[in-house]
């Protein structure tokens, strides 16, 4: 398993963007597809964006995908996410989560990743 670490949440007003980042211990990042989930108090994990081991493939939610850009620097073992016009409701712990391998098909589901980060909290107040 990959040990992930996330890092760029924090409290923004409603309409700005912040850029989450997710490093990985492991140097080999590049064999291993990427995604990042979001919890947000009381829910289930809810699947905001993945791209496949070699980056040609990204998959986005509809929330996700007029706003948020997912990509990976496997120089630097590391996927981001580039989230825009942020809404309250986008409010949550965002997770990165990684498998060994290509995506299985979609839609990405959080039993399909066998390694995760410990959160980082989103906050867009209105």
């Known amino acids: 398993q990959v040990q992930l670490s996330e890092s760029g949440g924090g409290l923004v007003q409603a309409g700005a963007s912040l850029r989450l980042s997710c490093a990985a211990d492991?140097?080999?990042?590049?064999?291993?597809?990427l995604a990042w989930f979001r919890r947000a108090p009381g829910q289930d994990h809810e699947t905001g964006a993945a791209i496949s081991a070699t980056g040609k493939y990204k998959w986005y939610s509809d929330t996700a995908k007029t706003r948020f850009t997912i990509s990976r620097d496997d120089a630097k073992d590391t996927v981001y996410l580039q989230m825009n016009s942020l809404n309250p409701e986008d409010t949550a712990v965002y997770f990165c989560?990684?498998?060994?391998?290509?995506?299985?098909?979609?839609?990405?589901?959080?039993?399909?990743?066998?390694?995760w980060g410990q959160g980082t909290q989103v906050t867009v107040a209105s």
């Open positions: 989560a990684s498998r060994r391998g290509p995506l299985k098909p979609p839609p990405p589901k959080a039993s399909d990743f066998d390694s």
């Open positions: 492991s140097g080999h990042i590049s064999l291993h597809s």
